[in-house]
């Protein structure tokens, strides 16, 4: 199941231009069937016998089988002119409904067939689900390292298939070893009618218990990648830790294991409080990533533990599993749907955290109420009294006073261990604390807008810089999370200038100083809006086409109360929403003069577009003298390895510049570019250019060309 999910989104991606909706939408299709496959396990292990289950499965899986070898269905084209989200489920249902469904069955089906066949373990089957997510956690890993690196799509396909054959001879074995024993299931069957009906108390602890650590899993996941690091592959790390805690609490080991994450959740929380939420500056990113992925696995094993504890008899397996999937069906759709819709940056993540705290079981301690009362009547109003004051304190006063109450929540944090055997009590104080600090940080951070979109959080802050007369001066910038994606000096005679990675200075500037003398009418595409920047290049002449995938970034940079770059250059271009692949597959053949890919500086790099078969269609639009540029600079990978490859085998001509200021100048930053041509005489001008350091690409003899069928972030990490 781990690796028909990634696989067969990528196989979809091309088709969609790889646009986020992809992925959440794959997602969802996944978690409704893995929903769907344990209410089959449930409603046929509870409504027939044995041997009619067997009968039905078989025809099931034979049913199946027409999917078989995986594919996508023949001349299948998404919609171009409506929301393609109904075809990307018909298509994921046709191509992969079956199987995905036949495999989604097997854990809870099988563990309830081993229950009833008499085996010296039948009675408590449950340390089998520590095996499935075992085998889970295995593909989760052997993926990104080990299968995609070394397997092209095709040859996945193939080997898929292969394995679910053997995997349904396997079931088939085991349903031989139930038919053989139906006497014995029947006698089994008989004695578990005494047990009593579950009550409703305990389905919907069952379901808090397994929605809240889903809910968490990806508002962490969010989290980390919005607010600490964008680090590509990063939401395996969560996912991991998420399948291992399945592993430990379901394993022999949950009785001794269950009881020491109770006792340390409490302690861990004082230095994750302290330095993850009231001052992360002071402690380096991977020790704040590494004290959110701590805080995150105790409360997860907390609360799978609490499940585990609670399993039912085998009569209500399959009812367990089903509570457990609807859960976690809910927690995904709740971070993926509702979310982003009520909250305007990730606050699902101290919510759920505050949730999970109100999950502990109850501990029997010494500590009684008479020792924690006055405790409790003093936090409350320390709370109010700090509220009081910070609204008090001018906020331009407030950095002064932030030592003291930095050290005062840090006190007060320290004082949440009092209340570890108060469930109620402990997490309310958590959740204060956080949100108030929160709150604190939302007012120093100067950020005049923010908002979350399908595709991230937006935000755009104001700053200060020190300008060439030494004056203090305002200025923008605008980040996707934790990536800055432009910047605009305010002062009228500086706000037409291009920053960052745009600068004059820098590669851009050169590129559009070296063909001044030619570029009058160019064409010119540009992929990534940003703040706009690259539009104050442009001349009367030109025609400028402007792609984004975010329609919130456009407003954003249209808007000149936040950005004023569109609204003062941009005076003859188009904008263009939408994917950028699928969007320049529309424009007419050899268009553009110069185009601008600038969709790499993220996490989140867009391989579709940086694939053999993406620069065949950027250079089918582009004229024969036409020039392709390449923002690559990125804290993490190095795309330069995967453009240099390109080039060696498309045969084009390629330079490189990984540009450094050579004075400070403000908010002209390092940045990295390369262009390419089909001819190397497109390029002279600018390689001659001074000042200039356009160097030849390298050569990588370590590098597999990347495809649609194939690509490997974790060979050019950096």
Same mark, same amino acid.
Request: neutral net charge.
């Given at each position: 199941m781990f690796v028909l999910q990634p696989m067969f989104g990528k196989i979809l991606l091309p088709l969609l231009g790889g646009?986020?909706?992809? =992925?959440?939408?794959?997602?969802?299709?996944?978690?409704?069937?893995?929903?769907?496959?344990?209410?089959?396990?449930?409603?046929?292990?509870?409504?027939?016998?044995?041997?009619? %289950?067997?009968?039905?499965?078989?025809? !099931?899986?034979?049913?199946?089988?027409?999917?078989?070898?995986?594919?996508?269905?023949?001349?299948?084209?998404?919609? *171009?002119?409506?929301?393609?989200?109904?075809?990307?489920?018909? *298509?994921?249902?046709?191509?992969?409904?079956?199987?995905?469904?036949?495999?989604?069955?097997?854990?809870?089906?099988?563990?309830k067939w081993f229950a009833n066949i008499g085996h010296h373990t039948s009675h408590d089957p449950y340390y089998l689900y520590a095996a499935s997510n075992a085998g889970s956690l295995?593909?989760?890993?052997?993926?990104?390292?080990?299968?995609?690196?070394?397997?092209? #799509?095709?040859?996945q396909k193939t080997y898929w298939s292969v394995g679910y054959l053997i995997l349904c001879g396997l079931i088939a074995g085991c349903a031989f070893i139930v038919w053989q024993t139906r006497q014995k299931t029947a006698i089994l069957e008989e004695s578990h009618v005494e047990h009593n009906d579950l009550s409703l108390y305990s389905k919907l602890h069952w379901l808090a218990l397994a929605f809240v650590p889903s809910s968490l899993l990806l508002g962490l996941t969010n989290f980390i990648s919005t607010d600490i690091a964008s680090v590509p592959l990063l939401w395996i790390i969560p996912l991991t830790l998420?399948?291992?805690?399945?592993? !430990?609490?379901?394993?022999? =080991?949950?009785?001794?294991?269950?009881?020491?994450?109770?006792?340390l959740q409490p302690m861990v929380l004082l230095p994750f409080i302290a330095y993850s939420f009231i001052n992360p500056a002071i402690v380096p990113y991977w020790a704040d990533l590494g004290l959110h992925l701590l805080a995150f696995f105790i409360a997860v094993m907390v609360c799978h533990g609490e499940l585990a504890k609670l399993r039912p008899h085998t009569r209500h397996l399959t009812t367990f599993y089903l509570i457990m999937s609807f859960a976690g069906m809910l927690g995904g759709m709740f971070n993926t749907f509702v979310a982003p819709f009520i909250f305007n940056a990730v606050y699902e993540y101290p919510i759920m955290i505050v949730a999970a705290l109100l999950l502990r079981p109850s501990l029997k301690s010494s500590i009684g109420k008479y020792k924690t009362g006055w405790l409790r009547q003093i936090i409350l109003p320390v709370?109010?009294?700090?509220?009081?004051? !910070?609204?008090?304190?001018?906020?331009?006063?407030?950095? %002064?006073?932030?030592?003291?109450?930095?050290?005062?929540?840090?006190?007060?944090?320290?004082?949440?261990y009092a209340f570890r055997a108060q469930p109620v009590t402990l997490a309310l104080l958590t959740g204060a604390i956080i949100f108030f600090t929160l709150g604190l940080h939302g007012l120093l951070s100067n950020t005049l807008y923010q908002v979350r979109t399908f595709f991230g959080v937006l935000s755009v802050r104001e700053s200060i810089l020190i300008n060439e007369q030494n004056q203090p001066?305002?200025?923008?910038?605008? @980040?996707?999370?934790?990536?800055k994606h432009g910047a605009q000096r305010l002062a009228a005679d500086v706000s037409q200038i291009p920053l960052t990675y745009y600068s004059r200075p820098g590669p851009m500037g050169q590129l559009f100083k070296a063909y001044d003398d030619i570029n009058q009418n160019w064409a010119i595409g540009i992929v990534g809006l940003g703040a706009g920047a690259l539009t104050c290049y442009s001349k009367t002449g030109q025609a400028w086409t402007l792609y984004e995938i975010d329609p919130m970034v456009v407003q954003i940079a249209a808007n000149p109360a936040y950005f004023s770059y569109l609204s003062q250059c941009s005076h003859n271009?188009?904008?263009?929403?939408?994917?950028?692949?699928?969007?320049?597959?529309?424009? /007419?053949?050899?268009?553009?003069?110069?185009?601008?890919?600038?969709? @790499?500086?993220?996490?989140?790099? /867009?391989?579709?577009?940086?694939?053999?078969?993406a620069l065949k269609l950027y250079f089918k639009k582009l004229k024969p003298n036409g020039i392709l540029a390449f923002h690559i600079t990125n804290r993490h990978l190095s795309l330069k390895k995967v453009l240099a490859d390109h080039a060696k085998y498309l045969q084009l001509s390629a330079l490189i510049q990984e540009f450094k200021p050579q004075q400070e100048i403000p908010l002209v930053v390092a940045t990295d570019w390369?262009?390419?041509?089909?001819?190397?005489?497109?390029?002279?001008?600018?390689?001659?250019?001074?000042?200039?350091? =356009?160097?030849? #690409?390298?050569?990588?003899?370590?590098?597999?060309? =990347?495809?649609?069928?194939?690509?490997?972030?974790?060979n050019i990490w950096k």
């Amino acid at each position: 199941m781990f690796v028909l999910q990634p696989m067969f989104g990528k196989i979809l991606l091309p088709l969609l231009g790889g646009s986020p909706a992809v =992925w959440n939408t794959c997602m969802v299709f996944y978690q409704s069937i893995l929903f769907l496959g344990y209410l089959y396990a449930h409603t046929i292990s509870t409504r027939l016998s044995q041997h009619r %289950q067997i009968q039905l499965h078989a025809a !099931i899986i034979f049913i199946s089988f027409l999917a078989l070898p995986l594919a996508l269905p023949e001349n299948t084209t998404p919609p *171009t002119e409506s929301n393609p989200t109904f075809w990307l489920l018909w *298509t994921l249902f046709v191509a992969i409904g079956m199987p995905f469904f036949v495999v989604s069955t097997t854990a809870p089906l099988l563990q309830k067939w081993f229950a009833n066949i008499g085996h010296h373990t039948s009675h408590d089957p449950y340390y089998l689900y520590a095996a499935s997510n075992a085998g889970s956690l295995i593909a989760l890993l052997s993926y990104p390292f080990l299968l995609e690196p070394a397997i092209g #799509l095709a040859n996945q396909k193939t080997y898929w298939s292969v394995g679910y054959l053997i995997l349904c001879g396997l079931i088939a074995g085991c349903a031989f070893i139930v038919w053989q024993t139906r006497q014995k299931t029947a006698i089994l069957e008989e004695s578990h009618v005494e047990h009593n009906d579950l009550s409703l108390y305990s389905k919907l602890h069952w379901l808090a218990l397994a929605f809240v650590p889903s809910s968490l899993l990806l508002g962490l996941t969010n989290f980390i990648s919005t607010d600490i690091a964008s680090v590509p592959l990063l939401w395996i790390i969560p996912l991991t830790l998420y399948l291992l805690s399945f592993v !430990i609490v379901f394993s022999k =080991w949950r009785d001794k294991i269950h009881p020491l994450m109770v006792t340390l959740q409490p302690m861990v929380l004082l230095p994750f409080i302290a330095y993850s939420f009231i001052n992360p500056a002071i402690v380096p990113y991977w020790a704040d990533l590494g004290l959110h992925l701590l805080a995150f696995f105790i409360a997860v094993m907390v609360c799978h533990g609490e499940l585990a504890k609670l399993r039912p008899h085998t009569r209500h397996l399959t009812t367990f599993y089903l509570i457990m999937s609807f859960a976690g069906m809910l927690g995904g759709m709740f971070n993926t749907f509702v979310a982003p819709f009520i909250f305007n940056a990730v606050y699902e993540y101290p919510i759920m955290i505050v949730a999970a705290l109100l999950l502990r079981p109850s501990l029997k301690s010494s500590i009684g109420k008479y020792k924690t009362g006055w405790l409790r009547q003093i936090i409350l109003p320390v709370l109010l009294v700090s509220a009081g004051i !910070i609204l008090y304190i001018n906020i331009d006063d407030l950095p %002064q006073y932030l030592d003291t109450i930095g050290v005062g929540l840090i006190l007060l944090a320290g004082l949440t261990y009092a209340f570890r055997a108060q469930p109620v009590t402990l997490a309310l104080l958590t959740g204060a604390i956080i949100f108030f600090t929160l709150g604190l940080h939302g007012l120093l951070s100067n950020t005049l807008y923010q908002v979350r979109t399908f595709f991230g959080v937006l935000s755009v802050r104001e700053s200060i810089l020190i300008n060439e007369q030494n004056q203090p001066e305002k200025y923008r910038e605008l @980040f996707h999370g934790t990536t800055k994606h432009g910047a605009q000096r305010l002062a009228a005679d500086v706000s037409q200038i291009p920053l960052t990675y745009y600068s004059r200075p820098g590669p851009m500037g050169q590129l559009f100083k070296a063909y001044d003398d030619i570029n009058q009418n160019w064409a010119i595409g540009i992929v990534g809006l940003g703040a706009g920047a690259l539009t104050c290049y442009s001349k009367t002449g030109q025609a400028w086409t402007l792609y984004e995938i975010d329609p919130m970034v456009v407003q954003i940079a249209a808007n000149p109360a936040y950005f004023s770059y569109l609204s003062q250059c941009s005076h003859n271009s188009t904008m263009r929403i939408g994917d950028a692949r699928l969007s320049l597959a529309k424009e /007419p053949d050899q268009e553009f003069d110069l185009l601008v890919l600038d969709a @790499f500086s993220s996490d989140s790099v /867009p391989t579709h577009l940086l694939t053999q078969e993406a620069l065949k269609l950027y250079f089918k639009k582009l004229k024969p003298n036409g020039i392709l540029a390449f923002h690559i600079t990125n804290r993490h990978l190095s795309l330069k390895k995967v453009l240099a490859d390109h080039a060696k085998y498309l045969q084009l001509s390629a330079l490189i510049q990984e540009f450094k200021p050579q004075q400070e100048i403000p908010l002209v930053v390092a940045t990295d570019w390369v262009v390419m041509a089909n001819k190397s005489e497109t390029l002279e001008p600018l390689r001659q250019s001074q000042p200039g350091n =356009w160097q030849k #690409l390298p050569l990588y003899f370590d590098m597999k060309p =990347w495809t649609d069928d194939f690509t490997n972030i974790v060979n050019i990490w950096k």
